[in-house]
């Protein structure tokens, strides 16, 4: 009978110690929701949902994309790094995620989250940042758009997507580097921010290429200058802001999938694998394209280590705009 009870409580452990094993293999078992931080129509939302698309397909279990908008995004990455770490609570987060703690930290506040909280699975799209205008609008020329500020301190009004947001420090690093004062008008999110200055309530925007597109092709807006270290496919007309003279003007707007920290990783595993996988799928990459957007995908350490390279650079730019109220 001795025997008998250690083989069975033996046999009970190992059954114990599977059981995880066999849960974590099976992910994902049930509905996997897609978290973005800002309301509909900016970037990360035009990234994450053909990617939880391709994710349904691939895992035949929901991917919902929950908007969850609120403090320049600040709001919602709290909550995924607050979120249970078993892989089904994801982020599709974008520049900003690096830039909010330190902004935080500017006005002694203590932040919502630390980058640390999260953990990179893949990058989807890495794209410069591009300064835009009405098409109506009477410069042409970035020349013309700085001499115009210049002249009129205060009085071109410009949207973001809030406080410090990666449509915010763009700008911050321009009107920095050049010497002008222009009227920050933030909004909720990037989708409000497009609708400002498409409606004419504002006068210029620094956004990527996936939402300014469609305005662009339509005649609505006109792109003067961009942020990245070289000129970009489909504006291939449009000079950096490094050629025109200000070269620590160099801002990049990406979507990248986050996991809580501390998700296990067999699931990590998993999410990498399907989050490859969707990038592969041909219905993501014709929706990525049709909006605008450049496929750059990385997953793993290559993801990681772009993400720390960035983090960094942007918590220098945060230093160096400093405190804006």
Known sequence: MRRRSIIGLGAAATSALLRPARAQAEFPSRAVTMLVAFPPGGQGDVVARPVAAGLERLWRVPVPVVNRAGAAGEIGYAAVARAAPDGYTLLMGLSSLAVLPEAARLFGRTPAYEVDQLTPIALFTADPTLLAVP?????????????????????????????????????????????????????????????AIVS????????????????????????????????????????????RGFPEAEFYIWAGAFAPAGTPPAVLARLREGMAQAARDPEVQKALA????????????????????DAARLRRAVQRIGKVE
Do not use: C
């Open 200 to 243: 004419g309530q504002v006068q210029a925007l620094a956004s990527g290429p996936g939402p300014l597109t469609p305005h662009v092709r339509d005649g609505r807006l006109r792109v003067l200058a961009s942020w990245g270290a070289r000129r970009i496919p489909g504006f291939e007309e449009v000079p950096t802001l490094r050629e």
């Open 290 to 309: 049709a909006s605008g957007n450049n496929l750059g995908y990385l997953d793993g350490e290559a993801f990681a280590e772009f993400f720390q390279a």
């Open 135 to 195: 098409a109506n609008a009477p410069w042409r020329t970035l020349e013309e758009f700085i001499a115009d500020a210049k002249a009129r301190p205060g009085a071109i009004p410009y949207s973001s997507s809030g406080l410090y947001s990666a449509l915010h420090v763009p700008m911050a690093m321009l009107t920095s580097a050049a010497g002008i004062d222009l009227l920050h008008v933030p909004f909720q999110g990037g989708g409000p921010a497009m609708t």
